[in-house]
């Protein structure tokens, strides 16, 4: 197991999935329990990440108070679950269901309460099951980033990775 984000020289052959949605068009839940974009979630951010060109998707956020760590800005660790979903989701633009193996954050700038986050996700690199992503975030203007994201997800088998979970994640149902 590697312990950092470390892109390879040279990428698998990567193409757009046929089935991924156009730019501009939603990307379908994962599981709509899930705290990072699930509608049925009890708490959670119901991220809806929206396709882009190419490998590309982004997703907007409003920082509300319950995200605060403090005092008046987000906590780091609802900033990183909101880059694991928007990163996570990217590999779907390839085709790749994946889970996270590896996520580095960079705080660059605090966040502010009541600010819109800009969340823009980017698929780097693929080698074998390994997909290589970054992230950024801004407050409305590209070029001044308040934070940025490199993750490793790991392709699995979804049927499989999830197979002795499935009942439990019925069961906590609401
Ligand atoms: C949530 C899923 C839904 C799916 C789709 C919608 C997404 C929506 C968004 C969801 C967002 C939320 C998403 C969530 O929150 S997902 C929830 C949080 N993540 C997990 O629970 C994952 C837990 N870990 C595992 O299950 C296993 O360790 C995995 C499956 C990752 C690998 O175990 P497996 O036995 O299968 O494979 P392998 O060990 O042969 O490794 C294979 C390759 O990977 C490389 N490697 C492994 N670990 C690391 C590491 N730490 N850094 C760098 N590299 C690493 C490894 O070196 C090898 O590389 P190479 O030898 O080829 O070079």
Not at 11 to 35: A, F, N, V
Not at 140 to 155: K, L, M, R
Request: aromatic residues 6%; hydrophobic residues 40%.
């Amino acid at each position: 197991m590697e312990n950092a984000f470390d892109l390879p020289a040279v990428s698998d052959p990567m193409s757009r999935h046929p089935k991924i949605p156009g730019p501009g068009e939603p990307i379908r839940l994962h599981h709509s329990l899930c705290y990072g974009c699930g509608d049925d979630a009890p708490i959670g951010l119901r991220l809806k990440v929206i396709a882009g060109e190419g490998f590309t998707v982004s997703a907007q956020m409003v920082v509300e108070q319950w995200m605060q760590g403090g005092p008046g800005v987000i906590h780091g660790g609802v900033l990183t679950a909101a880059f694991d979903e928007i990163l996570g989701t990217a590999p779907l633009t390839i085709g790749a269901p994946v889970v996270t193996a590896h996520l580095e954050v960079d705080f660059a700038k605090p966040i502010p309460l009541g600010s819109t986050l800009h969340l823009d996700a980017e698929v780097l690199a693929k080698e074998r099951r390994k997909v290589f992503v970054r992230a950024s975030a801004h407050l409305g203007d590209p070029e001044n980033p308040v934070a940025t994201a490199h993750s490793i997800f790991v392709e699995i088998d979804l049927k499989k990775h999830f197979a002795a979970y499935r009942d439990d994640a019925a069961q906590s149902r609401p």
